[in-house]
């Protein structure tokens, strides 16, 4: 199938974002996230985009933190075990993040918009009436971790976990789509080729590889209403992989 530049765009974008945070890096306007135990910081700048809220709930779709060591999304009512001893990411460092990129990717749709033509024949054809497509991506950390913590998203420490979310948008709007897409890469080698598991009820598409620069990838992304929500784990041997991927076990959700 081929993709919009849009799409292309937004992928090229989640990949590089959750190699370099958590490397390769997709939303439901209001009250910030919980003062305790999850630590949202101040509010965003002017020039940063807000983060997406749920109109009914007014909960944004980062409102999410780490009560020793269980993690929960108020947003997506769900929680998840770290690993033993492990530190999350300051909530206060990730929402800013989440933040910027937001207003990257704004930036970056707007220099996509065609410019506007006298020609008939090269005028952009109108969105089709009714299109929910979103003009902008929407992608968001939820929590990063390592056993002793991160200065930032962009932090290459191994071994660590991210948990994310991203606006699903077609063409690539399924969890099978993002587990393919980890096997894009021409010097990964896979591990494990995408497959259907089960958590709590819920489906997720699982995949795992041996990136180019040697680490080892396990990503699990599940559709959780209009987003897709992901974990990957990152480590320096297989071994340490299937270890800290074994917490999927401890997904609960509400």
């Given at each position: 199938m081929r993709l919009s530049r849009l799409a292309v765009l937004v992928f090229l974008g989640v990949t590089c974002l959750l190699r370099a945070e958590g490397r390769q890096q997709s939303e439901p306007k209001a009250p910030e996230p919980k003062a305790e135990p999850a630590k949202t910081g101040s509010a965003p700048a002017q020039d940063q985009a807000p983060a997406k809220a749920d109109t009914k709930?007014?909960?944004?779709?980062?409102?999410?933190?780490?009560?020793?060591?269980?993690?929960?999304?108020?947003?997506?009512?769900?929680?998840?075990?770290?690993?033993?001893?492990?530190?999350?990411?300051d909530d206060s460092a990730r929402v800013a993040s989440n933040r910027e990129v937001l207003q990257e990717d704004a930036q970056r749709a707007k220099a996509l918009v065609p410019k506007k033509s006298s020609a008939k024949s090269n005028a952009p054809k109108p969105a089709p009436a009714g299109s929910q497509t979103p003009l902008v991506p929407?992608?968001?950390?939820?929590?990063?971790?390592?056993?002793?913590?991160?200065?930032?998203?962009?932090?290459?420490?191994?071994?660590?976990i991210n948990i994310w979310a991203h606006r699903r948008i077609p063409p690539m709007d399924k969890a099978m789509d993002h587990a393919q897409l980890l096997m894009a890469g021409k010097h990964s080698t896979p591990l494990v080729r995408p497959q259907e598991v089960n958590f709590d009820g819920h489906s997720f598409a699982r995949a795992e590889i041996i990136a180019s620069n040697g680490e080892y990838q396990s990503r699990y992304i599940t559709v959780i209403g209009d987003y897709l929500v992901g974990f990957d784990f990152w480590s320096k041997s297989e071994r340490e992989m299937v270890e800290i991927s074994d917490t999927m076990k401890t997904v609960k959700f509400k």
């Open positions: 709930s007014g909960t944004n779709v980062d409102a999410a933190g780490v009560t020793g060591s269980t993690f929960e999304s108020q947003y997506f009512n769900f929680t998840y075990e770290l690993p033993k001893g492990w530190k999350a990411l929407e992608r968001y950390s939820l929590m990063a971790a390592a056993p002793n913590g991160l200065d930032s998203l962009a932090s290459p420490v191994l071994p660590r």
